[in-house]
C-alpha cells in the first residue's frame, strides 16, 4: 500500500486500515477517506 491513498477510489470501507502492518492507516472521521498519519514510518507495502 502506497504512502498517499487515491480518494477517487477510496470509499472508506478501511481494509488498508486492517491490513496495514504498522497500524498507520486509519480513517478520517469528518472525511470518512484513509489517511496515512505516519508517512515517514510506512513499510511501503505492496
Do not use: L, Q
Request: net charge negative.
Amino acid at each position: 500500500m502506497p504512502t498517499f491513498v487515491y480518494m477517487t477510489r477510496c470509499d472508506g470501507c478501511g481494509h488498508c486500515v486492517d491490513i496495514c502492518p504498522s497500524d498507520i492507516m486509519h480513517i478520517d472521521k469528518i472525511t470518512r477517506r484513509a489517511v496515512n498519519i505516519e508517512p515517514n514510518m510506512c513499510w511501503e507495502c505492496y
